[in-house]
């Protein structure tokens, strides 16, 4: 079946644009998570979906950060008046569901450079 | 907070030869998984192996086992008769109890495996 997919998957920007980068989790998967993977930081958590709970936005950096989860499905991580600092790659994962030690399921990523 | 520690930035090994990349870690929780993900250059990341810390018994995938040792804190993945599509970042990872903790895993920094011919 198809795997996690995310678009696009390079993105050129200039600072202080905003962005919107995009998650289609496995179909049926209820968990949904974001993460960045720069160099000096290495892997880190953003938010995470569960169902119709509230999210976990406790990774969220700065408040120029947002997602949204349409539907229980399909995820958007906007981030508004990018810096250059914002500049990764930004992972996306689904899992079938919490409360369990499900493998999570990553897209390719998206590569983000702000100019 | 939970944290990851990956000691080994870049390792190598000769095909068809063992190699052991170590981690260890820092948490307060008594129950938790721990992973180990591959992420060759197309970033993909892909789960290696998975380990539930109640559980006693070695983890063990075909050519990739741990050593985990609670105690220690201490989670080492052996990679064993090497091959070169083995060569990419591995990621050492925490997740705590889904009752107790948070969803989300905690990684470490990385080591970068090459595989020589």
């Known amino acids: 079946g198809a795997g996690v997919s995310q678009s696009p998957s390079n993105k050129v920007t200039e600072k202080g644009k905003d962005v919107e980068l995009r998650c289609d989790p496995i179909?049926?998967?209820?968990?949904l998570y974001w993460y960045r993977q720069s160099l000096g930081q290495g892997l880190e958590f953003l938010i995470y979906?569960?169902?119709?709970?509230?999210?976990?936005k406790s990774g969220l950096p700065s408040d120029r950060f947002s997602a949204e989860r349409t539907g229980g499905s399909v995820s958007t991580l906007t981030i508004q008046r990018t810096q250059q600092e914002d500049s990764a790659v930004y992972l996306c994962?689904?899992?079938?569901?919490?409360?369990?030690?499900?493998?999570?399921?990553f897209g390719p990523g998206t590569r983000l450079t702000v100019l | 907070a939970q944290t990851v520690t990956q000691s080994q930035p870049e390792m190598s090994v000769q095909e068809a030869e063992t190699v052991t990349l170590s981690c260890t870690y820092d948490?307060?929780?008594?129950?938790?998984?721990l992973f180990w993900y591959k992420q060759p250059p197309s970033r993909q990341m892909i789960l290696v192996i998975r380990?539930?810390?109640?559980?006693?018994q070695n983890a063990t995938e075909n050519r990739f086992s741990v050593n985990f040792q609670k105690a220690a804190k201490s989670f080492s993945l052996k990679i064993s008769d090497s091959q070169l599509g083995d060569a990419a970042m591995y990621f050492c990872?925490?997740?705590?109890?889904?009752?107790?903790?948070?969803?989300?895993?905690?990684f470490g920094k990385g080591t970068k495996l090459t595989v020589n011919p």
């Open positions: 990872a925490y997740r705590g109890h889904p009752q107790g903790g948070s969803e989300k895993l905690v």
């Open positions: 948490t307060s929780e008594s129950d938790y998984y």
């Open positions: 979906f569960q169902g119709n709970s509230a999210p976990d």
């Open positions: 179909s049926g998967h209820t968990a």
């Open positions: 380990q539930e810390a109640y559980k006693q």
């Open positions: 994962a689904s899992s079938p569901r919490s409360g369990r030690a499900g493998e999570q399921f």
